[in-house]
């Protein structure tokens, strides 16, 4: 078996084809993941090979996801299974204002809402569509806050598959709500949270035959590894010191740290960059349980609030890789609370870049760890934008217009606030303003 699924508990390990349906260990119920035999993996000839594809007019190719296909080679056949948007090719972008703000030297972001739905989604749901396609699958089903659905709708929709989405009534952005409606998904409201749907979503994929593409899905997290090597790539293998994302379902951070022991061990960079993942304060079960030092005991939060819904998961179905992850790249998790997000979320717009506001955690929580000294400001850091400023406009005009509240109804003040102007319709007025 060249690839295959393993389970993650470092007690059992067993192995199943890559090609079953599950998505926990039938032993023992841990997560699962990919696993490869890498060897004859010649990390020099693949870095000159990725190279010359992004001249390549083949749609694989011009993936930025793709691209990197030979280190996540679940896939016999890749040509006919994979579903591309031609995702990834996200920017670093350099944003010397929020450095600033941050109080670090230079600070580089990478912007994952450049994608063709505006998340990092769609590294990984390029990869999940696929083993759909692969396993022969016709429905797909996930649960979401906004972003997983959206991308969800969208690759299924391109690979003819029919999608079905469960989202938490009433607490989601209108703008993610009404891309999966324009791609085609069926969507479901539950009167339910997140984590309670996750549940449910859970059963009736199991009795309807529906494939779950939901964070836990190991083929997604290998898409998301992607995110890291492109990363690596534009900074022509020179690890930075850290690597800031924010923290919901820890898919994200679990899918990069394996990213960077891949890496590594196949000889690509030479050393690991420190984890630092942010997660708001109203969803912080993550931050909670590294502060406790790690353990076996994971305490959710029963009731988790915040208005980055991106990150609102109370309790996080990835933690034991995220903490995997985390501990051993010596990294750290911070907290940002929403007043922070939200001024945070304004100058990274003020840059020109701009992000939605479970993105803005990263720089919120960045300036908390430069002044804990966590962070030095002489470190590399790049920070990764997780999602489009468009997701969620109707936060950005209630902010800048000063009537943006936390969800405990606390205002928020518009520290950096742009607040549009009424004038009449008259040249000298306005001049005069204006002047
Ligand atoms: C999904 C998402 C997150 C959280 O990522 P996890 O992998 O669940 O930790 C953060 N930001 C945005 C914009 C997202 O869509
Ligand atoms: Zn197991």
Redesign the pocket.
Known sequence: MSAYLVCFEPACRTRYPIDEVIYNCPKCGGLLEAGYDFTGTDAPALKRIWRERRMSNQPLDQSGVWRYRELFPFLLNVEACAVTLREGNTPLLNAPRAAQYAGINTLTFKHQGFNPTG???DNGMTCGAAQAVRLGMKRVACVSTG??SASMAAYAAAGGLQPIIFIPHGNISYGKLAQALEYGAQTLQVEANFDQILKLVRELAERLGIYLLN?INPFRIEGQKSIIIEMMDQLDWQPPDWIVV????????SAFGKALRELKQLGFIDRVPKLAVVQAHGAAPFFRYAQQGGGSRFEAEVHPETLAT??K?GDPVSWPKAWLEVSSSGGTVEQATEQEIADAKAVIGACGIGC?P??AATLAGLKKLIAHQVVGAGERVVAVL??NVLKDPDYIYRYHTAQLAAPDGTAIQPNFGNSPVVVPNDADRISELLA
């Not at 924010?246 to 951070?253: D, I, K, S």
């Open positions: 998340s990092f989604k972003n997983t964070s924010p923290g919901g379902n820890l898919g994200n951070v991106a990150i998961i939605e479970a993105s997780t999602g």
